[in-house]
Structures are given as structure tokens and as C-alpha cells.
């Protein structure tokens, strides 16, 4: 239980940082080009990844790549940019908490991964605090960014899924990497074809900039892929409730926002539900091996443990360690 612990605490970085990126983007990043604050997000992000993998995706994985860069970075960004934009801190991170119900739901019809009754039990009360987080005073409710959150969610699920799907494969690191840099140079074609130039940005942009593409994407996607990898979809998704809480949080200690009674039971609920919808030892081993698709390039199957995720090495098992790993893009 204690490297199930250490597993969802890594996934966990990824939820706090996106909730705080909702308020970085609000309050420091123009609103009137989406297409570019998106693109500044994700290219800067993707080359900093390729210049720590450098390596290139190989077989399918070129085409996989543009498809996730596709889903996870260039529509998604897209639409939590204007959802950012458009609707309080709190209410739009807090859209993205149904991801926990879409999640589970998706991984049963695509991975065969069924739920326990215990993590459908925690989505039910995750969702409920969500609810009484969303009654708080002042969530002004726009219907273009209710819109935006609501494609973001399915479109990020989409994604999610598609890349737990096809693993195993390249290093997580790898993957990243090249789905940013793919869906990143995308977003900077279509920006400077409708948007023109790229905002002129002071010093408060830039550290926001900074803070988006570092901290939120390259730093909170790798972490949150890791998850996917190793724990449940159903898992990842209730860790993915930490992003309301910290846009709440967010909310009242930066934006001035006032904390009703019923938002601290629904911050409260939340938690529970994190806590609760933990995974047993044998759900981790039938989500790292829960795909069937066979290793890209004739890898040969490895040990999958921390140390072989953050540098995108397997240690081979078997008669293959007297070589060492070999192809899969790695």
C-alpha cells in the first residue's frame, strides 16, 4: 500500500498545478488569443522534454503522437484557455471533476477495466462535494465557458484513455514530450493564420507563461501519464478531484473569493472520496499490465519501476538483461 501511496502522490502533482493554473491564466495572461496562449503553453514545454529525452517516437508511435498532441494539447488547451478565461477560478476547475465518472467509465468500455464498488462509491461522493462546491456565492455561470469546460473534459478523457490504451510503448517521458512538441507547432500555425502576432507580454505574462508550460504541462503531464501507467483509470480520475479543491483554495486565498460553509463540507467530501477510492495491490499490477498491444520496434518487456519510468530505461528481465533493453523508442 505504501508505493500505491507514493504512485497516486506523484499523479496528485498534476490535478494541484492545472487547478492553479486557472487562476494563473485568469488573472496574468491575455484573454483575446486563446490560439497563442495555448501554443506558448505547449511548445516551450515539449522542447524542454525533448531536450531531457532526446530520443524520437518510432513505428506507429509517430502517428500515435500526433493524435494525442491532437486530444491533449491542442484542443485541450484550447478550450481550458477560454474556460479560464470565461468563467471564476472555482467553476471552471470545478467542471473538470466530473473527469472521476467519465473516466471509470470510458476505461470499462475501452480497457475492461470494471470498477470496484468502493471507487464507484467515492466518484458518487466526490461528485456531491463538487455540488455543494459549486453552490458557493458569486459562480457566474457563462454558457461559452461551461461549453469550453465541458469539451475540454471529454476531449481530455479521450486522450487519457487512448494513451493507457496503447501502452505499453515508448517512455512516458518520451510520449510527452512529443505529443506537447506535435500538438504545440499545430497550435502556433493555426494562431498565426487567425490570431496574428503573438501577444506582447510584460514580465507578470512572462513568469505566467513560465509557470504554465513548466510547472502545469511539462512537470504536471508527466506526472499525471506515470499514473496512468500505473495505476487505474478509475484511480487517476478520483485523484483528478484535487483540482477543484485547489481552484477553491485558489479562489479565496488570491482572487478574494468568499468560502461558504457548504464549500468546506464539499472540500471535505472530496478528500474523502480520494482517500477512499485508493487502489489494492492487484489493481496497480492489472493496470501496468492491463494493455495487450505488443511492445513498438520489438522492445523487449521490462521491470516498470520508478527509477526505469523517470529515465525511460527498462531493466529487462530474463535472458534479455545479459544485453539490455533494446528498441520501443527508448
Known amino acids: 500500500m505504501e508505493g500505491n501511496l507514493r504512485w497516486i502522490a506523484l499523479t496528485a502533482v498534476a490535478p494541484v498545478a492545472w487547478g492553479a493554473?486557472?487562476?494563473?491564466?485568469?488573472?496574468?495572461?491575455?484573454?483575446?488569443?486563446?490560439?497563442?496562449?495555448?501554443a506558448l503553453r505547449a511548445l516551450p514545454a515539449g522542447c524542454l522534454l525533448l531536450a531531457i529525452a532526446r530520443e524520437r517516437p518510432r513505428g506507429a508511435w509517430w502517428g500515435r503522437s500526433a493524435v494525442l498532441g491532437l486530444l491533449n494539447t491542442s484542443?485541450?488547451?484550447?478550450?481550458?484557455?477560454?474556460?479560464?478565461?470565461?468563467?471564476?477560478?472555482?467553476?471552471?476547475?470545478?467542471?473538470?471533476?466530473?473527469?472521476?465518472?467519465?473516466?471509470?467509465?470510458?476505461?470499462?468500455?475501452?480497457?475492461?477495466?470494471?470498477?470496484r464498488g468502493a471507487q464507484l462509491v467515492a466518484a458518487?461522493?466526490?461528485?456531491?462535494?463538487?455540488?455543494?462546491?459549486?453552490?458557493?456565492?458569486?459562480?457566474?455561470?457563462?454558457?461559452?465557458?461551461?461549453?469550453?469546460?465541458?469539451?475540454?473534459?471529454?476531449v481530455?478523457?479521450?486522450?487519457?484513455?487512448?494513451?493507457?490504451r496503447w501502452d505499453p510503448g515508448p517512455s512516458v517521458l518520451l510520449v510527452t514530450a512529443w505529443q506537447l512538441t506535435f500538438g504545440g507547432l499545430l497550435l502556433v500555425a493555426f494562431a498565426a493564420a487567425t490570431e496574428g502576432a503573438p501577444p506582447s507580454t510584460g514580465p507578470a505574462a512572462l513568469a505566467a507563461y513560465a509557470y504554465t508550460s513548466v510547472i502545469a504541462t511539462a512537470l504536471a503531464f508527466v506526472a499525471w501519464f506515470t499514473g496512468l501507467r500505473r495505476l487505474p483509470a478509475a484511480t487517476v480520475g478520483l485523484v483528478g478531484l484535487l483540482?477543484?479543491?485547489?481552484?477553491?483554495?485558489?479562489?479565496?486565498t488570491m482572487a478574494g473569493d468568499a468560502l461558504t460553509a457548504p464549500q468546506t463540507t464539499g472540500m471535505a467530501l472530496v478528500l474523502a472520496a480520494v482517500l477512499g477510492g485508493r487502489t489494492t495491490g492487484r489493481d496497480v499490477r492489472r493496470a501496468a499490465g492491463s494493455s495487450d498491444a505488443p511492445p513498438v520496434d520489438g522492445a523487449v518487456p521490462g521491470d516498470r519501476s520508478p527509477q526505469s519510468i523517470a529515465t525511460g530505461t527498462p531493466t529487462p528481465t530474463g535472458p534479455a538483461a545479459a544485453t539490455g533493453p533494446t528498441g520501443g523508442g527508448r
Request: cysteine-free; overall charge neutral; proline content about 7%.
Open 75 to 115: 484542443a485541450f488547451f484550447v478550450l481550458v484557455y477560454v474556460a479560464s478565461q470565461t468563467l471564476p477560478t472555482s467553476t471552471a476547475s470545478m467542471v473538470m471533476a466530473l473527469s472521476p465518472l467519465v473516466l471509470m467509465l470510458g476505461a470499462w468500455a475501452l480497457l475492461a477495466e470494471r470498477p
Open 124 to 154: 458518487a461522493v466526490g461528485l456531491g462535494g463538487v455540488a455543494l462546491m459549486l453552490g458557493g456565492p458569486g459562480a457566474e455561470v457563462r454558457p461559452v465557458g461551461v461549453l469550453a469546460s465541458v469539451a475540454a473534459l471529454l
Open 21 to 38: 493554473n486557472y487562476y494563473v491564466t485568469r488573472e496574468f495572461l491575455p484573454a483575446g488569443q486563446p490560439l497563442w496562449g495555448a
Open 243 to 252: 483540482n477543484p479543491v485547489t481552484g477553491v483554495l485558489l479562489g479565496v
Open 156 to 164: 481530455s478523457a479521450a486522450g487519457f484513455l487512448l494513451s493507457k
